[in-house]
């Protein structure tokens, strides 16, 4: 049985829950989410908590029960407080500038690397080497922030590349000189 399913999600003064079928809509001080809930699982609000229910006791409809629940859970979350990740880039003469809506990233290629930013992302750059990335929707904010770091992943030797704040990378030992 699904823990995390039972248990309702509090909503915090100021966020309002519109249900209407299988769609939940979330607005608050920073914006609006909506998503599409699975047809066996049934989404109510009583006194300020939302409440996922089964419709039948399946295994899958249980599993999709606490999947259900965090992802209303992020929703409320988000806009509310929102989300943030930052990112830091570390290499010698590699930075990252903002114009507009594109993030332009000098990460030791011959060429700058520009990254379009999709809609709900707004992004920061603190100096030259650190980008915060900041959204309402917790699933976008990861991916994006996925796709920034995959254009140069931290590499084990130097630790070179664009890593997470909190990310920590395991340092390899270079090549041993060889003594003749």
Partial sequence: ????????????????????????SISGNKGNLDREIISELEVSVKDQEIIVENRDNSKRTNAFRGLTRSLINNMVIGVDKGFKKTLIIEGVGYKANMSGKILTLNVGYSNPVEFALPDGIQ?????????????????????????????????????????????????KVGKAGATA
């Fill in 1 to 24: 049985m699904s823990r995390i399913g039972k248990k309702p999600v509090q909503v915090p003064s100021g966020v309002k829950v519109d249900i209407k079928g299988q769609k939940i």
């Fill in 123 to 171: 992004i920061s750059v603190d100096g030259n080497n650190k980008i915060i990335v900041e959204s309402i929707d917790k699933e976008l904010l990861g991916l994006t922030a996925a796709n920034i770091r995959q254009i140069r992943k931290p590499e084990p030797y130097k630790g070179k590349g664009i890593r997470y704040e909190d990310e920590h990378i395991v340092r």
